[in-house]
């Protein structure tokens, strides 16, 4: 149907403008480029690093899994009053539990929960915009909500803050590392006492520890659902410490080596999360030092090194094979960026990327800590700073799950968990090393 300029001017303009849009050569190679179907070329320096044998056995006996959800609940009056509920668990199984989930796919669904009961949930409300405590600006209802969260009874996981901020791994004797920040009051700098509250010395507006963090110095202007993100973010890094620091106290780090550490993404707290990778950083170094064992592993899902290694997987064709990537090939030939190394910096990553097959249809994206985590890793990674690296594939390729597509049974459990409106154990991992305790008495 010829089309009425007459009738409508404002649409005909706009599709005449739109058409010569179109014939720009430069936007025009672009829509080509979107509409090709034939294969990916595969870019220089993609080959397989290497083939962990999966028929060799391995120490991990339990894994522990951290998972976290996030939702935004809006009043449905008020559409302006919103809250983000955020759920983060830490889940206990051992390889053997796992091995008769994944063999029994007509579990009994009674059993099934037994065992997705085995969890510690930390469930929190954080108020996004138009809601607040009475008497309190937005800002300073997350912080309170903030230093709750991370106090006991709720989570205790300021034990775990003050153990990767203050080096809990060296002894009450060693130096302390220089900290400092801004007053949330006065925006002046003051040194950060080894205290949970303290007021600052030039105005004396009183601080919890929980404001380190950074997490809600812009909430005024920004209270929207990256501060919830954030705030679950942070309680995954921290739950996800929280063993291998009861290991340290009990001094029972051998221990280690038992234990698959799973999170749910990347090795990494974005934004102001750098203040506690830095201690994260140090305490895998020195695990490393001194030859223990940390089997920690972050999943991708999803992302653009996720895509990618499922872009070329044929790369990969053996279970057990693996690829991993220097920094400079992530940063060009996965994100499109130029990279210049002198400028290379990375201050919220404590682990190196890889891609393995698991089996014949899992292609996974991993993170792994390195033994050197200066800028997140090694600028050109080997097989040789990952001592963990068999173990954690070996392990993980007993626990793949076909829903959805390449998924690991223990994060595809944690999630289900984490919905789950039951209340929370007891505390697993407390009960573990109780039961550890006494395997050695």
Known sequence: MAYNKGK???????KIAHMEVIRDPALAEILQGLRSDTPATVPPGFLKTGTVDLSKPHEISTVVTVDGGMTTIPNPKRRE????????????????????????????????NAYLKRIDRYPSIVPLSGVRRPGRTLRDSNREILNAILSPPWTGLYDVLEFLLWRGWLGPTSPMPD????CVQCRRVFSLPKQRTFSCPHCGFDHYLSDYLGLTTETEDNGREQLASMVMATVELLALFLLPMKLCKARKLERLREILLIKDGPLMLR?????????VR??????????????????EKTGDFAEFIQDFEKQLPEPGDYFLPSRKFVVEQVQGRSFDPGKYRNRVSFGSRLGVRLSPTHMVALQLPTSTLDEGGPLEPKPADMSALGNCIR?????????????????VLANSAVSLSDRPSAGILDDYLTQMAGATA
Request: a negative charge; aromatic letters at 10%; glycine letters at 6%.
């Open 395 to 411: 392990a993980l390729s007993r626990l793949t799950s076909t829903k959805p597509d390449n998924a690991i049974l223990p994060l």
């Open 179 to 182: 900290r400092s920040m801004d």
């Open 8 to 14: 409508y001017p404002f649409e005909a303009a706009s």
């Open 81 to 112: 009053k919103r809250v983000a509920f955020i759920q983060v668990g830490i889940m206990l199984l051992s390889l053997e539990d796992l091995d008769r989930i994944a063999e029994d796919i007509f579990m009994d669904p009674r059993r099934l």
């Open 282 to 299: 140090e305490f895998v170094e020195w695990l490393y030092a001194r030859g223990h064992c940390l089997n920690l592993v972050g999943v």
């Open 271 to 279: 934004a102001e999360g750098y203040r506690i990778v830095d201690g």
